[in-house]
């Protein structure tokens, strides 16, 4: 026994953790130069940034730090991009914030392109949540549906309820649905020539300038630039989960891809000297209408929607409407309501699918037959859809708009602080544009 072990003394504890932090140092140099990324920081939270172990080990995704870097991406050999300049880092923060000291909260950090689970009744429906992040989140949802209704080919028909179209859908439709949504909003802010993806890579691309408070993400931008639709939907449609998956920052690189796809010199145009992009206000960071007219129309242009828009969180049942952006008559609209007095022209897209802001809260509208804002015979009576976005929410909520009933003649002879004359917020939406109409929720009830 003494002989063996004069020959092969154990290891002294000094000994082994030098053994072990020399293979630790020679997997960290493996990883770096295929360029992933081991960080400290991710691990000491319970969880690294590509979302190994438990979600925040005992912690909400929301209490993930905004600096927490996202999971990188592995750039192949020769597909180019452009990285972020620090030039560009700091304007683009003037934009957002007139300012380079806030950064994004943990909330937005944590947003990202959600879907329900494949192949159940809400497999079409982002999930919204709550804050600010939420109005990018339905205004996508608006252009998921427009797409899964009228613009995808499909063998199946659409009669009553499309569930062929919504909700037979798996993790590849919900990938495919998502990237032409995001790529037609990309092509309308670039004014039908161009569309900007940007996307996370492993190394830092850009040291900041004195004076611009680092975010850890956005100096590992790196900018990808289409002349073609179509190449960009495939290209956004190959790297789909670094906008779907958890810890990728996605709803941030799409709003950074939707202002570098206007580019920052015509959105500071569209803007003017009013106020920053996003609003800060208690912690919360919301849009502003800015923001919804840049998801919808192409242009960041205040009073774009007819004035009156509500940032999410706010009060009141306001909505409004807006202008068809050139070349993209299929855009979601959004839906006005009292007490905004809105143009009608301003609610009739050429397909049915609107954009709400009810009790300060974004929701989607929206009808299956194509023909329902062209012909005045199908507005008799039809069938309207809407997805609230809300956790609560799990089926799609089916109502029955009829325009030649009169009931509503009787309530007008209410006095005007009857209960009888309030009525719920998204009935009141739909009758700005269909005045006096009946809406029945089909059993469900009015949560809106």
Same mark, same amino acid.
């Given at each position: 026994?003494?002989?063996?072990?004069?020959?092969?003394?154990?290891?002294?504890?000094?000994?082994?953790?030098?053994?072990?932090?020399?293979?630790?140092?020679?997997?960290?140099?493996?990883?770096?130069?295929?360029?992933?990324?081991?960080?400290?920081?991710?691990?000491?939270?319970?969880?690294?940034?590509?979302?190994?172990? !438990?979600? #925040?080990? *005992?912690?909400? @995704?929301? +209490?993930?730090?905004?600096?927490?870097?996202? /999971?990188? %991406? =592995?750039? !192949?050999? #020769?597909? *180019?991009?452009? @990285?972020? +300049?620090?030039?560009?880092?700091?304007?683009? /923060?003037? %934009? =957002?914030?007139?300012?380079?000291?806030?950064?994004?909260?943990?909330?937005?950090?944590?947003?990202?392109?959600?879907?329900?689970?494949?192949?159940?009744?809400?497999?079409?429906?982002?999930?919204?949540?709550?804050?600010?992040?939420?109005?990018?989140?339905?205004?996508?949802?608006?252009?998921?549906?427009?797409?899964?209704?009228?613009?995808?080919?499909?063998?199946?028909?659409?009669?009553?309820?499309?569930?062929?179209?919504?909700?037979?859908?798996?993790?590849?439709?919900?990938?495919?649905?998502?990237?032409?949504?995001?790529?037609?909003?990309?092509?309308?802010?670039?004014?039908?020539?161009?569309?900007?993806?940007?996307?996370?890579?492993?190394?830092?691309?850009?040291?900041?300038?004195?004076?611009?408070?680092?975010?850890?993400?956005?100096?590992?931008?790196?900018?990808?630039?289409?002349?073609?639709?179509?190449?960009?939907?495939?290209?956004?449609?190959?790297?789909?989960?670094?906008?779907?998956?958890?810890?990728?920052?996605?709803?941030?690189?799409?709003?950074?891809?939707?202002?570098?796809?206007?580019?920052?010199?015509?959105?500071?145009?569209?803007?003017?000297?009013?106020?920053?992009?996003?609003?800060?206000?208690?912690?919360?960071?919301?849009?502003?209408?800015?923001?919804?007219?840049?998801?919808?129309?192409?242009?960041?242009?205040?009073?774009?929607?007819?004035?009156?828009?509500?940032?999410?969180?706010?009060?009141?049942?306001?909505?409004?409407?807006?202008?068809?952006?050139?070349?993209?008559?299929?855009?979601?609209?959004?839906?006005?309501?009292?007490?905004?007095?809105?143009?009608?022209?301003?609610?009739?897209?050429?397909?049915?699918?609107?954009?709400?802001?009810?009790?300060?809260?974004?929701?989607?509208?929206?009808?299956?037959?194509?023909?329902?804002?062209?012909?005045?015979?199908?507005?008799?009576?039809?069938?309207?859809?809407?997805?609230?976005?809300?956790?609560?929410?799990?089926?799609?909520?089916?109502?029955?708009?009829?325009?030649?009933?009169?009931?509503?003649?009787?309530?007008?002879?209410?006095?005007?602080?009857?209960?009888?004359?309030?009525?719920?917020?998204?009935?009141?939406?739909?009758?700005?544009?269909?005045?006096?109409?009946?809406?029945?929720?089909?059993?469900?009830?009015?949560?809106?």
């Amino acid at each position: 026994m003494g002989e063996r072990g004069a020959g092969h003394a154990a290891p002294t504890p000094l000994e082994e953790i030098a053994s072990r932090i020399s293979e630790l140092s020679k997997w960290r140099e493996i990883f770096s130069f295929r360029g992933l990324e081991i960080n400290s920081t991710t691990h000491q939270q319970g969880r690294s940034s590509a979302g190994r172990g !438990p979600p #925040g080990a *005992g912690e909400s @995704p929301g +209490s993930q730090p905004p600096s927490t870097v996202p /999971q990188p %991406l =592995l750039l !192949p050999q #020769g597909l *180019g991009g452009l @990285p972020i +300049s620090p030039d560009m880092a700091m304007r683009l /923060q003037q %934009l =957002l914030f007139r300012s380079t000291a806030p950064l994004f909260s943990c909330e937005w950090a944590a947003a990202h392109f959600r879907f329900h689970p494949p192949h159940s009744h809400l497999a079409y429906a982002l999930q919204a949540g709550k804050g600010g992040t939420r109005a990018i989140l339905v205004a996508v949802q608006a252009h998921i549906i427009t797409y899964l209704l009228f613009t995808r080919e499909t063998e199946f028909t659409v009669s009553g309820f499309p569930r062929h179209r919504l909700c037979r859908l798996g993790c590849w439709e919900q990938g495919q649905a998502l990237a032409t949504a995001l790529a037609e909003t990309l092509w309308a802010a670039g004014g039908g020539g161009r569309a900007v993806v940007c996307l996370i890579t492993a190394p830092i691309t850009t040291m900041p300038r004195e004076g611009y408070r680092a975010s850890s993400f956005t100096e590992r931008i790196q900018m990808f630039e289409f002349s073609e639709k179509a190449a960009a939907q495939e290209f956004i449609s190959d790297h789909i989960n670094c906008f779907k998956g958890e810890g990728s920052h996605g709803v941030i690189l799409f709003l950074y891809s939707l202002l570098f796809s206007r580019t920052l010199e015509r959105v500071q145009e569209d803007l003017g000297d009013t106020a920053p992009l996003l609003n800060i206000s208690s912690g919360n960071i919301t849009c502003t209408e800015a923001v919804l007219s840049l998801l919808l129309t192409g242009r960041a242009s205040p009073g774009q929607l007819g004035g009156g828009w509500e940032p999410e969180q706010g009060a009141g049942d306001g909505a409004q409407g807006q202008p068809t952006a050139s070349g993209t008559p299929a855009q979601p609209r959004l839906l006005a309501s009292v007490p905004c007095q809105v143009s009608p022209a301003l609610r009739t897209p050429r397909l049915p699918v609107w954009l709400c802001s009810l009790s300060g809260r974004h929701s989607v509208l929206f009808g299956t037959d194509s023909r329902l804002l062209s012909d005045w015979k199908a507005e008799r009576t039809f069938h309207l859809y809407f997805y609230s976005g809300q956790q609560e929410q799990t089926q799609t909520a089916h109502l029955t708009i009829d325009t030649h009933s009169h009931h509503w003649e009787e309530a007008q002879r209410e006095g005007p602080c009857s209960p009888g004359r309030r009525r719920p917020a998204l009935e009141m939406a739909i009758r700005t544009k269909w005045a006096g109409a009946t809406v029945s929720w089909n059993g469900t009830d009015p949560f809106f």
